[in-house]
């Protein structure tokens, strides 16, 4: 479950946005690729116009809610109804806001949805108008009013996203399922992190995070945080081959975090948190120490590699409040080495 309150409070440095009429400014977000999927985080200008010019591009409803925080009638909006797969988009700015898969019945009479396609699409403010404090949801690209976020959702989030219809647009369809995956396993830390690099991959179809290397079945958090069960949090890692090679994620991730120190990433220490790479047959296996070696011999790290490159165990999933925590948190403690 996640508070509001500790939404708001880590967004505290950029939760004033951009003001009508102040200059553009960059922000990292990430937006809809050709083949329709979202691409990396990369910044970007903000568009920021005075009102007479939203006047222009805006119709008069789609204004007042857009630019001047207006509501919808309950149960009017045209995309309450919508059950198709696909994203919901700024109408302002066409920046991708929510992913289909994240919508649900909220009975409340706007589209409600459980956490946004991207942590950094999304920016919030404290809302005190008509006697009460709220946490209003914007644009980030260009700060157009998109509703309230609150505490009473029913999935893992715990959160509800309450969107005005008039605020989106939607655009049917997601991309294309491959016609054949494979799955890699690393461990690196603090799961969170490493979950949001590979996800944000190009090629990779989908992530999770879990257990695994250890002797306890079905380990809960709680237990693995004691370092008696022998699990590392790690992340599943499905990818489509004709995209992305194995080789080029066990090259990210060497280069994303610290394979020199033993049972710790930065200030996070144990077994849990060790370097481990868990290959799913011989030509993982290779590969993986190919890369090792590759980068050892380049000089990239002045300390030894202590990696362990071990066989595949059960990938236990873990809970489902750890499950893409990045969407709803600044996560960024995992970034390749430039």
Partial sequence: MVSVAVLWARQAASREGVRAGA??????????TDSGELGAPAPVKTISRADSDWLQVLRPERYKILRQAGTEAPFSGELLAEQRDGWYVCHACGLPLFKSDSKFESHCGWPSFSEPSAY?????????????????ILCA????????????GPTATGLRYCVNSLSLD??????????????????????????????????V?????????????????????????????AVEVVFDPGRVSYREL???FFEAHDPTTLDRQGPDHGTQYRSAVFFGDAEQERIAKEVRDELVAAK????????????AAVFWKAEDYHQKWFLTHP???????R
């Fill in 170 to 203: 939607f655009k049917p369809g997601l991309s294309a399922a491959p016609a054949k995956t494979d799955t890699a396993i690393f461990a690196a830390g603090c799961f969170w992190g490493v979950e949001k690099l590979f996800f944000e991959t190009p090629g």
């Fill in 300 to 311: 990239t790290w002045t300390d030894p590699v202590v990696t362990k490159i071990v066989p």
């Fill in 331 to 337: 996560v960024q403690c995992h970034r390749p080495k």
């Fill in 23 to 32: 200059a553009s400014k960059e922000v990292q977000v990430r937006e809809l």
């Fill in 250 to 252: 066990a090259r990210l």
């Fill in 205 to 233: 179809v989908s992530t999770a995070v879990g257990y695994t290397g250890g002797t306890t079945a079905n380990p809960t958090y709680k237990q693995v945080c004691t370092g008696k069960t022998g699990h590392a949090e």
């Fill in 141 to 152: 690209r260009c700060e157009g009013h998109l509703g309230h976020v609150f505490e009473d």
């Fill in 120 to 136: 950094e699409n999304v920016r919030m403010r404290m809302d005190t108008t008509h006697g009460m404090v709220r946490t209003e």
